[in-house]
C-alpha cells in the first residue's frame, strides 16, 4: 500500500482517488476549495492554495508519491516537489503541455504534424501571419486556456484589431495559428510506465459544442490507416516526452491527415468512456503507473458513447429526469458531486454502452433527450 498525493480536488482527481482506493492505497488531496469533490473520498485532505509551499511540505510528508489532475498549476510547486518525491508527469512534461508555444514548439522539433503557428506581440504579427496563410486563424493565451477560453478564431482583417485586444489583455504570451477545417476531432489516451512499456487506449471521435466536449464515440469512426498513424505519433510523442504517466493527446483529422491540436498529461474527459467500455480505464492505468507497476494494453469490452452532463441542465430544468434517462439500455450515470451547477461546468457524464455503435449512437441521443421530459 501506498499513500498517493494528488495535486487537484476536481472530477478527475476524484476517480483517480476512487481507483487508488479499490488497490488498496491511501489518497492526499491538495485542493483550495474545501467544497472539492475529491475530498469526499480520500483518506487526507490539504485546504491551500497549489502555490502555497507549507501546503507542499504537508504533502511530502504524507506522500510516497504525487500525480496531478490538471495542468494550469505552478510549475514552480511541481519542481519543489519533485526534489523531495517522485511526481508523475514530470515537471518537464508539465512545462511543455502547460504553455502552447512552448507546446507546439516540442512537436514541430520532433516532426510531429501541427497547424503552422507563429508567436504573437503585436497586431502586426497577425496581419504578417494572415498574409502568409489566409484566413481563418486562431489567436490562443499561451497559457491557462481550458474549454476554448483564452482563444479567438479571426476569419477577416477587420476582427484583428478586436480580438488581439481581448486576447492581449488575459495573457502577455499570444500564439497564432492557421484555423484547421477538420473533418474530425479524435483524441487517444496513450499511457508509459516506469519500465518504457507504452500502452494506448481505443482511439475516441470527440464532439464539441461551444468549444466544450459534448459527446465521446468508441471506436472512432476511422480507417485503420489513420487508426495506426495516430498511435504511431502517440508513441512518438510519449517516447520524445519521456513520459511516466498517462497522457491525452488530441487530433485534427482531414482527410486521411491529422495534426495534433493539444497534449494533456492526464485523465481527460474523453477517456471516460474507458470506466465500463474496457477491462482497465484510465484512472487504474494512472494508479498502477504510480504503484510502480507494469501495464497492459487496454482492451475495448463494447463500442460505447459518453456524454457530458453540463450544469446548463439544471438551469434549463430545475429537476433532470434522471429515472426516465437511465431507463435506456447499457446507461450509467456519474455526477461528480459539485455542488454549483453552472453554464457550462461538467457536473457530470453518461456512458452508453451497446454491441453496435450505431446504436449506441442513437441511445445516447434519446437518453439525453429524457433528462428534459
Same mark, same amino acid.
Given at each position: ?114 497547424? $503552422? ?5 503585436? &497586431?502586426?504579427? /497577425?496581419? +504578417? %501571419? ?7 486563424? #486562431? @489567436? ?25 485586444? $481581448? ?5 502577455? &504570451?499570444?500564439? /497564432?495559428? +492557421? %484555423? ?7 483524441? #487517444? @489516451? ?47 510523442? #510519449? ?135
Amino acid at each position: 500500500m501506498k499513500n498517493i498525493g494528488i495535486i487537484g480536488g476536481g472530477q478527475l482527481g476524484k476517480m483517480i482517488a476512487i481507483s487508488a482506493k479499490e488497490m488498496g492505497n491511501n489518497t492526499i488531496v491538495l485542493d483550495p476549495n474545501p467544497d472539492s469533490p475529491a475530498f469526499g473520498v480520500s483518506d487526507e485532505k490539504i485546504i491551500s492554495e497549489f502555490d502555497d509551499l507549507n501546503a507542499c511540505d504537508i504533502l511530502i510528508e504524507k506522500s510516497d508519491i504525487i500525480t496531478y489532475e490538471f495542468e494550469n498549476i505552478k510549475l514552480d510547486s511541481v519542481e519543489y516537489l519533485e526534489k523531495y518525491r517522485k511526481v508523475f508527469p514530470s515537471s518537464k512534461v508539465l512545462s511543455i503541455s502547460q504553455n502552447r508555444i512552448l507546446e507546439k514548439e516540442f512537436l514541430k522539433n520532433n516532426k510531429i504534424p501541427v497547424a $503552422e503557428f507563429n508567436l504573437v506581440k503585436s &497586431e502586426k504579427d /497577425i496581419i +504578417k %501571419f494572415c498574409e502568409n496563410f489566409n484566413f481563418p486563424v #486562431v @489567436i490562443k493565451t499561451a497559457t491557462e486556456g481550458y474549454d476554448g477560453k483564452g482563444q479567438k478564431i479571426i476569419k477577416n482583417v477587420n476582427e484583428i484589431p478586436s480580438s488581439y485586444r $481581448e486576447i492581449s489583455k488575459k495573457n502577455k &504570451e499570444i500564439i /497564432i495559428e +492557421k %484555423f484547421i477545417n477538420f473533418d474530425k476531432e479524435v483524441s #487517444v @489516451i496513450c499511457s508509459r510506465d516506469t519500465s518504457g512499456e507504452i500502452t494506448s487506449f481505443p482511439i475516441s471521435e470527440n464532439i464539441h459544442v461551444n468549444h466544450i466536449l459534448d459527446k465521446s464515440i468508441v471506436p472512432a469512426r476511422i480507417s485503420k490507416t489513420l487508426e495506426n498513424k495516430i498511435n504511431n505519433l502517440a508513441e512518438i510523442i #510519449v517516447n520524445q516526452l519521456e513520459l511516466v504517466g498517462l497522457i491525452c493527446i488530441e487530433m485534427f483529422v482531414l482527410g486521411e491527415e491529422v495534426f495534433i491540436n493539444e497534449i494533456a498529461p492526464r485523465p481527460h474527459n474523453s477517456g471516460h468512456y474507458t470506466l465500463d467500455a474496457c477491462d482497465t480505464s484510465q484512472f487504474d492505468q494512472v494508479v498502477k503507473i504510480l504503484l510502480g507497476f507494469n501495464t497492459c494494453k487496454p482492451k475495448l469490452l463494447s463500442p460505447a458513447v459518453m456524454f457530458n452532463l453540463l450544469g446548463d441542465i439544471w438551469f434549463d430544468n430545475l429537476n433532470p429526469n434522471w429515472n426516465k434517462a437511465l431507463m435506456t439500455p447499457g446507461s450509467k450515470l456519474y455526477l461528480y458531486g459539485k455542488h454549483e451547477p453552472r453554464i457550462g461546468r461538467k457536473m457530470g457524464h453518461i456512458n452508453i454502452l451497446n454491441n453496435s455503435l450505431d446504436d449506441a449512437i442513437k441511445l445516447s441521443e434519446s437518453c439525453k433527450s429524457m433528462l428534459y421530459d
